[in-house]
């Protein structure tokens, strides 16, 4: 009674789950990467990383004109969405530095659609000076990667019929542009753009957390605006040792026609069910404890804990369980004599299961039986085999999140739209660039021409040229 009191204490533990590392192979590649990613940031834990996700209720597109005006409201509500910690007021926008710049595309995009909307909505026309096509806009001639913003988009059809409107010149400050005239007909939306429809918009808000203090910031940040991470969820739940616990009883029951004590009950029960319970759950401890040295942090802890489980359940059974059956062979009702077991309705459940069983053994003990049996064998373990060999285990987000998580559907989102689309591999120069250096330059060079050159990549949304400067980073699209 003792030991089972010390496993009150499992009601108050809080299981979580280590998402973001603790499905990460101790020996993964990405571990690496991600220490190399905190010596070059010099911080001690990553960048706060958020993505916000913009979907309308409808399924409709996202750039309307009322959808666009509510997206505006939701990034600024994100910026400067103010939680109070210790008399300080910690706000997004105030500790932003260096990512600052997170919404400056959305901002472009919205600043410049309103005029063009504005302006057809007032005046019937729209200004070829704001060029919002996708994948790139071009804004007096500054080009906007609207593909990092805007997914699962559906460009207009080119319709032929249409008849083409001579365009009127219209005098503006520094250059002339085009007024297009537009069909009041036709949705807004898609005259002022080339997109008929978007799924979804998505911004990447980043926290630098150079220090003890803004990384605490952030961390309250973070768990006000995700208010479902305060929710204890379990992932695993166990029932360990139930096998057992029925063999123990059937094996007692079996045993209320003879004439024993309790103690001597006991003894027959733990010498006919004994080794089978030790037999099983050595073995399963066994099979826990191989999964115990895995690389996985969280399946390591999921199989020590599972074999600890194992353990203490079979000491309960032979210390506990036990006890309380031979304590309850006081409340046992009496064995019903023979003209009471073969009659009524009880007689009836005997003789029909009596009757079952002889009909299956007769079934399988027939030869024909037994060959197909054993050729049913063989192509199952063929099958097994062949499936073993073959098998390619992957583990994601989606069979790692619990079904009733609010992030399978933010994750089903960025798996089925966003990194189809759109993904930029981040590459670290941990050693000084030294521009003078021929032989450097041209290997940086060779490098970046190496990677445009792959099968799946998109290009470069900036190209820099030799002589320019280095300031920042070629962005690929991968």
């Known amino acids: 009674m003792l030991i089972s009191l010390t496993s009150y204490g499992m009601y108050n533990i809080d299981l979580r789950d280590s998402i973001r590392e603790g499905y990460t192979a101790l020996d993964a590649p990405s571990r690496y990467e ?79 659609y309103d005029v063009n909307h504005r302006s057809a909505t007032k005046y019937g026309t729209w200004s070829d000076l704001y060029n919002l096509s996708y994948p790139f ?48 007909t036709k949705p807004l939306e ?24 803004i990384e605490r910031g952030f961390t309250i940040w973070e768990l006000g605006i995700h208010d479902w991470t305060k929710r204890g969820e379990f992932y695993f739940k166990e029932v360990s040792g139930v096998d057992a616990l029925f063999l123990m009883m059937f ?9 024993y004590t309790p103690s001597g009950r006991l003894g027959m029960v733990f010498e006919e069910c004994g080794p089978s319970i030790t037999i099983t759950s050595v073995t399963n401890m066994l099979a826990f404890s191989i999964g115990a040295i895995t690389p996985t942090p969280e399946v390591r802890i999921f199989c020590m804990g599972s074999g600890i489980a194992m353990l203490m359940t079979y000491v309960y059974q032979l210390i506990l369980f036990g006890p309380v059956l031979a304590i ?27 009757t079952l069983l002889r009909a299956h053994c007769a079934f399988i003990g027939r030869t024909e039986v037994a060959a197909i049996v054993f050729v049913l064998t063989i192509i199952y373990l063929g099958f097994s085999i062949q499936g073993v060999v073959t098998m390619k285990t992957r583990l994601d987000s989606a069979k790692i999140l619990p079904l009733e998580s609010e992030l399978r559907r933010p994750n089903s989102l960025l798996m ?31 490098v970046l021409r190496e990677l445009e050159s792959l099968s799946l990549c998109k290009g470069t949304t900036m190209k820099v040229t030799p002589g320019r400067k280095l300031s920042g980073s070629t962005p690929l699209e991968c």
């Open 34 to 112: 991600t220490q190399a990613r905190r010596e070059f940031l010099d911080t001690p834990v990553d960048p706060m990383e958020m993505i916000l996700l913009l979907l309308s209720k409808d399924r409709g597109s996202m750039h309307r004109k009322a959808l666009l005006d509510e997206a505006a409201t939701i990034v600024d509500l994100v910026y400067n969405m103010t939680f109070i910690y210790e008399s300080r007021s910690l706000t997004y926008e105030k500790m932003c530095s260096p990512y600052c710049f997170s919404r400056n595309l959305f901002n472009g995009f919205k600043h410049y």
């Open 137 to 184: 806009a071009s804004i007096w001639g500054v080009r906007l990667p609207l593909e990092q913003l805007m997914f699962g988009v559906v460009l207009k059809r080119p319709n032929i019929s249409d008849v083409p409107v001579e365009p009127k010149k219209v005098k503006r400050f520094f250059d002339f542009g085009n007024d297009i005239p537009v069909d009041r």
């Open 190 to 213: 898609s005259q002022i753009t080339n997109m008929e429809h978007v799924e979804l918009l998505v911004l990447y808000l980043y926290g630098f957390k150079n220090t003890t203090e």
């Open 251 to 259: 094996s007692w029951q079996k045993m209320i026609e003879f004439d």
């Open 328 to 354: 309850a062979t006081s409340y046992e009702s009496k064995l019903e004599d023979e003209e009471q077991a073969t009659s009524g309705f009880r007689a009836l459940i005997n003789l029909t299961f009596m």
């Open 416 to 446: 089925d739209y966003v990194w189809k689309e759109h993904l930029s591999p981040t590459f670290l120069v941990n050693n000084r660039f030294n521009l003078t250096d021929t032989n450097l330059t041209r290997q940086f060079w060779d």
